[in-house]
């Protein structure tokens, strides 16, 4: 949600940068999307804030099974190179 009004605050900024360019005498509009472009970095920083996933305090992960008493696979054997 709050990115697609950082995105309606963008191209509201968008339109007013290009109406007060077409506008000689008046800087306000420059200035109104100035703002608006700044708003829309605060609400995307918001944005990706509330959005960061947080990492759970459980305690310590929990440990591996004792593999020392299974039986491992044996090695593969070397492969040979082709055309010797």
């Known amino acids: ?3 697609v ?3 309606a605050l963008v191209l509201a900024a968008t ?5 007060g360019l077409l506008n000689d005498d008046v800087l ?3 200035y109104l999307s100035i703002a608006s472009s700044g708003a829309a ?3 995307l ?3 990706l804030r509330g959005n960061k996933p947080r990492a759970e305090l459980n305690g310590p ?3 591996l099974p004792n593999t020392q008493g299974a039986s ?3 090695p593969s054997a070397p492969i040979a190179p082709a055309g010797h």
């Open 28 to 30: 306000t509009l420059i």
């Open 1 to 3: 949600m709050l990115v």
């Open 5 to 7: 009004l950082s995105v």
């Open 41 to 43: 970095a605060v609400v």
């Open 15 to 19: 339109v007013l940068l290009v109406l």
């Open 61 to 63: 992960p929990e440990p």
């Open 72 to 74: 491992t696979p044996p």
């Open 45 to 47: 920083v918001v944005a």
